[in-house]
């Protein structure tokens, strides 16, 4: 059938175009300076930080304002509904856009050349097809089969579910090409226009139905790829090359790479956005959709500050340890995971016994009234949120290592503790049980990694490493400098 062909030419094109065309701008390492090893670390380090703190800057601060606004618009139920939908696609599209946003991370910089960087690009097209392909069938027949949608307003979070597995795979590709300013462009277009389109659509409509929700902020996330979907399709016209990918045994051995390392990665993905799943989901079987409303509302204003805050620290250090330790830098490698674990302590202390503090304010400012129940949960939401910030960076050990099972075995343990307790809890105590289990599931994750991470391994390849640079001055500088 020579049409549907077609189709699935112009859809990987598309998709090419979306994740950064011919690899060229992000392809392989796109940095490039002349400093010692210590300065290009520490400005490496702090340069992405402060591009990344900027791309969160804006969606930090319009998405706080869009949790205000929905709820004042369109009420707590309305919220809650929205809520429970969004919190669902979203699992769905981290846990499939995941092993290859987690492969190329790890991998991409092996791909230096122009060539590789082709090579890898049109595999990272194709597993993005797949995803999307396997993520519409599972939601398809999950959403319905659970209750939480059917019908016609499925189709809008099918769309959705597509569009935030390109974009995911799409920042991956410009965070391992140390890209960060692309990075910022991306998400103040993305954020800006989860904001302006769904609160049009709303007004325009005069409606308040939560489906508007979703579809503008499905909108929203397609703003940014327009531009590099639009390039990608104009060169292949100009090029007058052929719209059907080629994928030799050389593509295919790099999607199985992708997916060796990718699919416990994606799973641990799937399962942490389980935890918000779970919370809603539980909350508006036992409690109804108001009171899931309510949780969602201030569980998105609290972790969203720490992710505004925090965040910035894990994407910049990430990419730096991954091409560290495969340059053979490991000692550097696990240094920058130490010190981004330690800012994120630091950080905390002052900004946590000020939301404490201000807890009654804070839940009057986003459900819009004093419900004293809420600012209870502004103290285990502070707490929750902050540990699995830190939870982000203290398996970097085992990614680096490729020890990936490990750390689903971990996610799974603190899953099933945080759906068993919401089962239990949430009847007789409410959101309030839902927040705390959020704490419970982060330290129970924590402690797992103390024992799960192999630590005569990364001694092993500390002292290796420390051989091979013992005399050369620059490698003993930059330790000093990392030495925080």
């Known amino acids: ?35 010692g090893p210590a300065e290009s670390f520490r400005g490496a380090l702090v340069q992405d930080a402060f591009n990344y703190f900027l791309s969160k800057i804006v969606p930090g601060l319009m998405g706080f304002l869009s949790v205000l606004v929905f709820v004042r618009v369109v009420g707590v139920e ?70 939480v949608q059917r019908g016609w307003p499925l189709l809008i979070s099918l769309g959705l579910l597509g569009t935030l597995i390109v974009y995911n795979v799409a920042i991956a590709r410009f965070q ?22 769904p609160v049009t659509l709303l007004w325009v409509t005069g409606s308040n139905d939560y489906r508007l929700l979703l579809l503008g902020i499905g909108l929203g996330y397609s703003l940014p790829l327009l531009g590099p979907v639009f390039s990608r399709t104009k060169e292949h016209v100009d090029a007058e090359q052929g719209w059907r990918p080629k994928l030799s045994s050389g593509h295919r051995l790099i999607l199985g790479e992708l997916w060796q390392f990718g699919w416990p990665v994606a799973l641990w993905m799937l399962c942490q956005q389980g935890l918000v799943v779970s919370d809603r989901y539980f909350l508006q079987k036992f409690s109804g959709f108001s009171e899931a409303g309510v949780y969602a509302s201030m569980y998105d204003v609290i972790v969203r ?22 340059a053979g830098n490991r000692r550097q490698a696990l240094r920058a995971v130490r010190a ?9 202390v002052p900004i946590g016994v000020t939301l404490v503090l201000l807890a009654p304010w804070v839940s009057r400012l986003v459900v819009g009234k004093g419900i004293p129940e809420a600012a209870a949960l502004v103290l285990p939401l502070t707490v929750g949120g902050f540990l699995w910030q830190v939870c982000l960076l203290a398996h970097k050990p085992l990614e680096i290592l490729c020890q990936t099972k490990r750390i689903l075995l971990g996610i ?26 959020t704490v419970v599931s982060a330290v129970a994750y924590l402690l797992l990694l103390l024992v799960l991470t192999p630590k005569r391994e990364l001694r092993d390849a500390i002292e290796a490493d420390g051989a091979s640079t013992r005399w050369n001055p620059g490698s003993q500088k930059a330790e000093e400098l990392l030495n925080v």
């Not at 392809?27 to 002349?34: D, F, K, L, V, Y």
């Not at 391992?176 to 389109?197: H, P, T, W």
């Not at 720490?306 to 560290?324: D, E, G, K, Q, W």
């Open 1 to 35: 059938m020579p049409e549907i062909k077609n189709t699935k030419a112009l859809l990987a094109t598309l998709i090419d175009g979306a994740l950064g065309g011919n690899g060229g701008p992000v392809s392989g390492h796109s940095r490039e300076n002349g400093h």
């Open 78 to 147: 309305q919220y809650g509904r929205y809520a429970v939908v969004f919190a669902f696609v979203m699992a769905w599209a981290s846990g499939l856009a995941g092993w290859l946003s987690q492969g190329i991370l790890r991998f991409q910089s092996r791909w230096r050349e122009p060539g590789e960087a082709d090579n890898f690009l049109l595999s990272a097209t194709v597993g993005t097809i797949l995803s999307v392909a396997v993520g519409v069938i599972a939601v398809a027949i999950a959403m319905p089969a659970l209750g």
């Open 176 to 197: 391992a090409s140390l890209r960060s300013a692309k990075v910022l462009q991306f998400e103040a277009v993305r954020s800006v226009g989860c904001f302006v389109i």
């Open 305 to 326: 500050s720490f992710s505004l805050l925090f965040m910035p620290i894990t994407l910049a250090v990430h990419p730096l340890v991954m091409n560290h330790w495969n």
């Open 340 to 348: 981004g674990v330690k800012y994120q302590l630091a950080m905390f």
């Open 412 to 437: 799974l343990v603190a899953l099933s503790f945080n759906v068993s307790g919401n089962w239990i809890l949430v009847p007789k105590y409410g959101y309030l049980a839902s927040a705390y289990l």
